[in-house]
Antibody, heavy 121, light 108 residues
Framework: EVQLVESGGVAVQPGGSLRLSCATS????????MYWVRQAPGKGLEWVSL????????YYADSVKGRFTVSRDNNRNSLNLQMTNLRTEDTARYFC??????????????WGQGTLVTVSS | SYVLTQPPSVSVPPGQTARIACGGD??????VHWYQQKPGQAPVLVVY???DRPSGIPERFSGSNSGNMATLTISGVEAGDEAAYYC???????????FGGGTTLTVL
């Protein structure tokens, strides 16, 4: 069974930093593109970042580019999101997600339950 | 950047057909995916690559994509289909994933 379990979400002040992690199991991790998607309270889904199967290609939404860094450890089957210079508008539930394949343009087939990040003074 | 436009809400009586639109410039040339999200839950993929259904998704769910509009069709709507539905695609020109704003389906 595919499992994705996010951790690291907490309350932080504006300008602060945070590192989210996603532990995965039940599939061959380095066969898949991985994603971060967020959802602000009461709002829709917003793509944040994606990383190719080998970590060589990363992409970011304009809203987080230059502040967030995605990485993966294929030996530990884990995905990470380093978040810096956090803003109140970054408040959201952050979902770790697995792609359909190693293709970047494919769909997301599996999602974690998310971890809540709150940015507030 | 590429924009996907969805109606905020759609309402249909049980047993009828719900059609949820997703508009975008020449969207028919791109692969569109659809997700269902119920309150407090993670999204679930219901249609991928315009028309394909993942295993476990009922045949009542189908998709189409042509011109400037993609559509998710749910036949024989049931109370359990009440949820938010999001379209999504990969925009190669900007190397960005794009989600539509979401449509809330209400079963009357």
């Amino acid at each position: 069974e595919v499992q994705l379990v996010e951790s690291g979400g907490v309350a932080v002040q504006p300008g602060g930093s945070l590192r989210l992690s996603c532990a995965t199991s039940g599939f061959t991790f380095d066969d898949y593109t991985m994603y971060w998607v967020r959802q602000a309270p009461g709002k829709g889904l917003e793509w944040v970042s994606l990383i190719s199967w080998d970590g060589s290609n990363t992409y970011y939404a304009d809203s987080v580019k230059g502040r967030f860094t995605v990485s993966r450890d294929n030996n530990r089957n884990s995905l990470n999101l380093q978040m810096t210079n956090l803003r109140t508008e970054d408040t959201a539930r952050y979902f770790c997600a697995r792609g359909f394949s190693s293709s970047i343009g494919g769909s997301i087939t599996h999602w974690g339950q998310g971890t809540l990040v709150t940015v507030s003074s | 950047s590429y924009v996907l436009t969805q109606p905020p809400s759609v309402s249909v009586p049980p047993g009828q057909t719900a059609r949820i639109a997703c508009g975008g410039d020449n969207i028919g040339s791109k692969s569109v995916h659809w997700y269902q999200q119920k309150p407090g839950q993670a999204p679930v993929l219901v249609v991928y690559d315009d028309i394909d259904r993942p295993s476990g998704i009922p045949e009542r769910f189908s998709g189409s994509n042509s011109g400037n509009m993609a559509t998710l069709t749910i036949s024989g709507v049931e109370a359990g289909d009440e949820a938010a539905y999001y379209c999504q695609l990969w925009d190669r020109s900007s190397d960005h994933w794009v989600f539509g704003g979401g449509t809330t389906l209400t079963v009357l």
